[in-house]
């Protein structure tokens, strides 16, 4: 006991109490004085312990992205079926023009150039032939001169008459088989004149000479 200023106090140091275990199964977490660093400014602008505000415009930015990659993509596909097949034609800036699959041209063949036959021994020619002469014109002994010019090689010259048509102007070899090509050709070069035709118009004869008014002209008496 203590006295002062004539009180008498009793001064007694507190009573320490017992402390009271924690529960069994409880973990109890130390206590500490607060301080300046547990206090987190509002300026950081965070939410929670690990998140905060997503900035604007990123959902724009991704899409930008993937817009990006599939137009990238598409352009490949299409330039690399453009090189396996010739039935895509696309183009790259910059990458060169593909090169055009060149398209084959087909050589025309040459017509076999035929030589007319004046000799009638290398025409080899069958049994039976024979040559018809029509007079085309109303030239009276026209058709006589023509068979004249072609017998004297040796062509057999069979029927000389009149055409049913007296005004033609020229003078036409008709002959029926292809083989007989350079015949017709050989009696156009005895007579001077005339043009040949491939037809079936005069089927009894093989080789048919229509007298027009270009061969008068020259052999007229």
Same mark, same amino acid.
């Given at each position: 006991? !203590? /006295?002062?200023?004539?009180?008498?106090?009793?001064? *007694?140091?507190?009573?320490?109490?017992?402390?009271?275990?924690? =529960?069994?199964?409880?973990?109890?977490?130390?206590?500490?004085?607060?301080?300046?660093? $547990?206090? !987190?400014?509002?300026?950081?602008?965070?939410?929670?312990?690990?998140?905060?505000?997503?900035?604007?415009?990123?959902?724009?930015?991704?899409? /930008?992205?993937?817009?990006?990659?599939?137009?990238?993509?598409?352009?490949?596909?299409?330039?690399?079926?453009?090189?396996?097949?010739? *039935?895509?034609?696309?183009?790259?800036?910059?990458?060169?023009?593909?090169?055009?699959?060149?398209?084959?041209?087909?050589?025309?063949?040459?017509?076999?150039?035929?030589?007319?036959?004046?000799?009638?021994?290398?025409?080899?020619?069958?049994?039976?032939?024979? !040559?018809?002469?029509?007079?085309?014109?109303?030239?009276?002994?026209?058709?006589?001169? =023509?068979?004249?010019?072609?017998?004297?090689?040796?062509?057999?010259?069979?029927?000389?008459?009149?055409?049913?048509?007296?005004?033609?102007?020229?003078?036409?070899?008709?002959?029926? $088989? /292809?083989?007989?090509?350079?015949?017709?050709?050989?009696?156009?070069?005895?007579?001077?004149?005339?043009?040949?035709?491939?037809? $079936?118009?005069?089927?009894?004869?093989?080789?048919?000479?229509?007298?027009? =008014? $270009?061969?008068?002209? !020259?052999? /007229?008496?």
């Amino acid at each position: 006991m !203590i /006295a002062q200023n004539g009180d008498a106090h009793d001064v *007694r140091a507190p009573t320490a109490q017992p402390e009271t275990p924690p =529960a069994e199964g409880i973990i109890t977490m130390a206590e500490y004085t607060p301080d300046r660093f $547990d206090e !987190i400014p509002s300026s950081l602008g965070r939410v929670g312990a690990h998140r905060a505000p997503r900035p604007r415009g990123r959902g724009w930015i991704a899409f /930008a992205w993937a817009a990006l990659a599939t137009g990238a993509l598409v352009v490949g596909g299409l330039y690399g079926l453009s090189l396996i097949s010739d *039935r895509v034609n696309f183009e790259l800036p910059g990458f060169g023009t593909a090169e055009p699959m060149p398209t084959p041209t087909e050589s025309p063949s040459p017509t076999p150039s035929v030589e007319p036959i004046t000799d009638p021994a290398l025409a080899q020619l069958p049994a039976g032939f024979i !040559i018809t002469v029509l007079n085309g014109t109303e030239v009276d002994g026209l058709g006589a001169a =023509a068979r004249d010019l072609l017998t004297v090689p040796g062509w057999p010259v069979g029927t000389v008459t009149s055409a049913a048509q007296t005004d033609l102007t020229e003078t036409v070899i008709f002959y029926n $088989d /292809a083989t007989r090509e350079g015949v017709a050709l050989g009696m156009a070069q005895l007579l001077g004149v005339g043009a040949i035709e491939l037809s $079936d118009a005069f089927p009894g004869a093989p080789i048919t000479v229509v007298l027009g =008014a $270009d061969f008068a002209a !020259i052999a /007229a008496p």
